[in-house]
């Protein structure tokens, strides 16, 4: 007999129906990208990689300490840009040879902009830690497929749309919408286990359907040491 009925495919953590359950779905998905060891132990991630964007490949070097401080050097030829985090202080220096170095505070918008780059970890996991919240799951197509559609809404009020594939629970995309209405995507490909910490090592980035950036790693730690005043407003913008 043909049944009519529509079977539930089961994944390896449970069926996508299952997985729209945000109890479920929490767990699941912190059993597959941070295990509660990793939770507790990482402190510091440090990833060095490239950027390409608009016919330019510049090299940068990341370094991210828990729970707010950012690091992100990028090199251009000789010269150099550093954005610094420490909390809701971000600070720029431009390095380059035989010149005086050039220090900036950065404010409003585009301090905002950095500061929520500087979360240590992805939306879901940093949902589950009580910044930000998970407001709801649901099952939408991407790229054809089947995917869990999580929607995230951050500490500053941005609204997520963060797609995940039924099967390995990785990040596929992300996608925020801006007050304003522009809708900006990260692609997230070619995932690599980084210390028990699954990790994308392709991303990219487009503004409203126009691709914006590539963005490439090429090593990642976790732990590294790096000293805390690295992160900290340069004493000649005290």
Request: glycine share 8%; charged share 20%.
């Amino acid at each position: 007999p043909v049944g009519t009925a529509k079977a539930e495919v089961q994944f390896p953590y449970g069926s996508i129906q299952e997985l729209s359950d945000t109890e479920t779905f929490m767990a699941a998905y912190l059993s597959v990208n941070c295990k509660a060891d990793l939770l507790r132990s990482t402190q510091t991630i440090r990833a060095v990689g490239t950027i390409e964007s608009g016919g330019d490949s510049l090299s940068f070097t990341l370094f991210k300490k828990r729970p707010d401080k950012m690091r992100f050097t990028i090199k251009q030829g000789p010269q150099e840009v550093i954005f610094g985090v420490s909390a809701n202080t971000v600070w720029q220096c431009i390095r380059a040879p035989q010149q005086e170095d050039q220090l900036a505070r950065i404010e409003g918008e585009e301090a905002a902009t950095w500061v929520s780059q500087a979360r240590f970890f992805d939306w879901i996991i940093s949902a589950s830690q009580g910044e930000g919240e998970i407001v709801g799951i649901e099952v939408e197509q991407w790229t054809g497929d089947d995917s869990l559609k999580v929607r995230v809404i951050d500490d500053y009020g941005n609204t997520y749309a963060i797609f995940i594939d039924p099967q390995t629970l990785y990040p596929l995309a992300e996608r925020l919408t801006l007050p304003n209405g522009k809708v900006t995507e990260t692609t997230l490909n070619d995932y690599r286990d980084v210390g028990g910490m699954p990790t994308p090592f392709q991303l990219n980035i487009s503004s409203d359907g126009e691709s914006v950036s590539k963005i490439q790693l090429n090593n990642v730690t976790l732990n590294a040491g790096i000293l805390s005043h690295l992160f900290e407003l340069p004493n000649a913008l005290q």
